[in-house]
């Protein structure tokens, strides 16, 4: 990893978390010469840092206005909600007959992962990949973009439930009941209950911006 990239990154995180923080809050602009003034580094890997917190959800990008904390409405999160109960349930029909053992053991050792994480500026990108285990074997390209796009753009919102647990733990259970279910090739139970987990996680996302 380069210099450059280094430090885009760490320029990246820095902002991440003084938006968790609510140190930076929705709404607010986000000035360049501010940030690179204060990082004592030029506007350039700044505004690189800002496209990767653009493509999470984190900010919105407006031409002529600059840079701002994107506001997560629950008109939003219902709309995302929304097309995630049209797309994943197709998804998953079409996936889980093709899993393998490797697809369980890769999955099953993210979730340890998940488990014992206990940095929120991580755990959202974990879910991402298992996400993406659980979805990659489809052979349904343009609804895998979808998806993909879904949990990047909602790295931010799947952050905001993990701060917001009591124990600081991202509760798997349905994770590993699911897993069961397509071991034992119970496909439409496990498509049921994976359901039924985005659906509380939607909800809990909701409940989270009526608070802010």
Known sequence: MSTKDTSVNKIA???????MYGNIKPGDQIKEF????????????????????????????????GSFVRIVSKEYVHEVAEVYFI??????????PRYTADTFKKANSLLKKIEKCRDFSKVGYLIWDFGKIIYGPSKLGFMKFVIDEIYKHNIRALKDVFVKSND???????????????????????I?????????LSKTMSQKTEME
């Open 13 to 19: 995180e820095y902002l991440r978390k003084e938006i």
């Open 34 to 65: 501010h940030i690179s003034k204060i990082c004592k580094i030029s506007r350039v890997p700044v505004r690189e840092a800002l496209r990767i917190l653009h493509s999470e959800g984190y900010v919105d990008m407006i031409p002529n206005r």
């Open 87 to 96: 797309i994943a349930p197709k998804l998953l029909k079409d996936a889980i």
């Open 168 to 190: 600081m733990k991202y509760d798997v259970t349905y994770h590993k009941k699911f897993l069961d279910l397509c071991m034992k090739k119970q496909t439409d139970e496990a």
């Open 192 to 200: 049921k209950l994976w359901n039924k987990h985005i659906h509380k």
